[in-house]
C-alpha cells in the first residue's frame, strides 16, 4: 500500500498570511492526488485533484503542486472560514490511501 | 445537485451485524463508481470499499476484507454496506462518496456520514 505522510500535523497561523501544506508519498504517483478540507462535524470537501486542478467553486487562494512523491497545498491570504483540517489522497493505486490530516489553526 | 444521503448506524454489540444505506440522487447513479470512507472519532480517514458503477467490480480495505460487503441497487439509486462481525475499531463516522469520474479516483461529492459504534 502507498503510504501518504503529511506535515506538519499542526499549522498556527493568522488570517490573512499563508500556509503551506505538504504531502509526501512513499511511492511516486504521478499527479494522482487530491487535497480536500474537512471542517469539525462536516464532510471532507473536494479542493484540488490532479495535483494542481481545483474543484468547481474552490477559491483561487488554494493552489496545489508538485508531482511524483512531494506535494504542496498553499493557502494564500488565509480567511476565517479556511480553519480546518487538510488531507491529502492518493489515487494512483488501489487501496485508496489518505495522509493523517494537517490541522490548520488560528494563531 | 448532487446528494449523498446515509442513514442505517447506530449502536451494536460486538460481533454483531449492521447495513448501511446511502440514497444518491442529482446525477445518473449507474455511471459512477461509489465508495464508503470511514472516519473514527477525533482521527483521520480511511478507505474502506468500492464498487463499480455496474456493480461487477468491487475492492476492499483490508481492515474489513471478509466481513462487510458492498453493493448497490440502481433501480433505487442507493448504496449499500453490509458489515458483519463487528469489532470495536469499527466504530467510526460512515460516509458515502462518489468517484469523479471513470479512472478519476478521487471524491467529488460526500454525505454527511453515518455514525456507527461498536461496544458492549
Known amino acids: 500500500d502507498i503510504v501518504m505522510t503529511q506535515s506538519p500535523a499542526t499549522l498556527s497561523v493568522s488570517p490573512g498570511e499563508r500556509a503551506t501544506l505538504s504531502c509526501r508519498a512513499s511511492?511516486?504517483?504521478?499527479?494522482?492526488l487530491a487535497w480536500y478540507q474537512q471542517k469539525p462535524g462536516q464532510a471532507p470537501r473536494l479542493l484540488i485533484y490532479g495535483a494542481t486542478s481545483r474543484a468547481t467553486g474552490i477559491p483561487a487562494r488554494f493552489s496545489g503542486s508538485g508531482s511524483g512523491t512531494e506535494f504542496t497545498l498553499t493557502i494564500n491570504s488565509l480567511q476565517s472560514e479556511d480553519f480546518a483540517v487538510f488531507y491529502c489522497e492518493q489515487y494512483n493505486s488501489w487501496p485508496l490511501t489518505f495522509g493523517g490530516g494537517t490541522k490548520v489553526e488560528i494563531k | 445537485e448532487v446528494q449523498l444521503l446515509e442513514s442505517g448506524g447506530g449502536l451494536v454489540q460486538p460481533g454483531g451485524s449492521l447495513r448501511l444505506s446511502c440514497a444518491a440522487s442529482?446525477?445518473?447513479?449507474?455511471?459512477?463508481?461509489m465508495n464508503w470512507v470511514r472516519q473514527a472519532p477525533g482521527k483521520g480517514l480511511e478507505w474502506v470499499s468500492f464498487?463499480?458503477?455496474?456493480?461487477?467490480?468491487?475492492y476492499y480495505a483490508d481492515s474489513v476484507l471478509g466481513r462487510f460487503t458492498i453493493s448497490r441497487d440502481t433501480s433505487k439509486n442507493t448504496l449499500y454496506l453490509q458489515m458483519n462481525s463487528l469489532r470495536a475499531e469499527d466504530t467510526a463516522t460512515y460516509f458515502c462518496?462518489?468517484?469523479?469520474?471513470?479512472?478519476?479516483?478521487?471524491?467529488?461529492?460526500w454525505g454527511q456520514g453515518t455514525l456507527v459504534t461498536v461496544s458492549s
Open positions: 462518496a462518489k468517484l469523479a469520474a471513470n479512472l478519476a479516483d478521487y471524491f467529488d461529492s
Open positions: 511511492q511516486d504517483i504521478t499527479s494522482n
Open positions: 464498487i463499480s458503477g455496474s456493480g461487477a467490480t468491487s
Open positions: 442529482g446525477f445518473t447513479f449507474r455511471s459512477y463508481g
